[in-house]
């Protein structure tokens, strides 16, 4: 059975930092490319970042330069770390397998004073 667990989410001021974690488990996670996506009630998901088996990452113009993505292999996670955390930031924030399309269950971020 293939999971995705977020976590990390939580409450942080503007200019603040979040660091979300995923941990996959059921999946030869070191084959697979892996990404972020966020999404707003109402609203479709929006890709966040991704980041390659051979650790090459890619950002949605709205996060580049403040949000970094990363895995560690060995610990079968992958890592969103979110820095200037801006008011537009707040989401639902999924990680998924960019392949088979199997997604974890989100964890919520509020950026708020």
């Known amino acids: 059975q293939v999971q995705l667990v977020e976590s990390g989410g939580g409450l942080a001021q503007p200019g603040g930092s979040l660091r979300l974690s995923c941990a996959v488990s059921?999946?030869?996670?070191?084959?697979?490319?892996m990404g972020w996506y966020r999404q707003l009630p109402g609203s479709e998901r929006e890709w966040v970042a991704s980041?390659?088996?051979?650790?090459?990452?890619s950002y949605a113009d709205s996060v580049s330069g403040r949000f970094t993505i990363s895995r560690y292999n060995e610990k079968s996670t992958v890592y969103l770390q979110m820095n200037d955390l801006k008011p537009d930031d707040t989401a639902v924030y999924y990680c998924?397998?960019?392949?088979?399309?199997?997604w974890g269950q989100g964890t919520q971020v509020i950026v708020s004073e």
């Open positions: 998924t397998t960019l392949v088979q399309n199997f």
């Open positions: 980041i390659s088996t051979s650790h090459r990452a």
């Open positions: 059921g999946i030869l996670f070191s084959l697979y490319d």
